[in-house]
């Protein structure tokens, strides 16, 4: 009865790891498709209007490094670091964070966060805003 008892309460624990989880399948990499209509600045390039995908790189450890890539995945347009930003209520949808820090220039965008997700990534810039240069 004693055995029975614990397979039974095994099984149980192991079959909650099978139940679906409410996260969104790509939690893990964080991928989000965002349409900007006018220039965006990212760190260390001035992006044009367009589509264009955000997502964690795929690199063993690190979950501070965002990728940018065009619409369909075949050109990436960036590699930038970040740090951990925390929200206080996890966004209902994608969020990006835009600072306007010069009259002409396009906005820069600062942080972004995932659906559903109260840490996002907030973006490392050069102290010389000279670097920027238009993304071709």
């Known amino acids: 009865m004693r055995l029975r008892g614990s397979f039974v309460l095994i099984t149980l624990a192991a079959s909650l790891f099978l139940l679906p989880s409410n996260a969104p399948g790509d939690d893990w990499n964080r991928l989000s498709t965002a349409m900007f209509d006018h220039a965006i600045q990212i760190p260390g390039q001035i992006l044009p209007p367009g589509t264009y995908v955000f997502k964690l790189a795929e690199i063993s450890g690190e979950h ?40 002409n220039a396009p906005p820069t965008l600062k942080s972004w966060f995932h659906e559903g997700n109260q840490a996002g990534i907030r973006f490392i810039y050069p102290r010389d805003s000279r670097q920027v240069t238009s993304a071709k």
């Open 64 to 103: 501070n490094v965002v990728q940018v890539w065009n619409a369909d995945q075949t050109f990436l347009h960036a590699s930038i670091m970040g740090f951990p930003q925390y929200m206080s209520v996890a966004p209902k949808e994608d969020l990006f964070i835009f600072e306007q820090e010069q009259k």
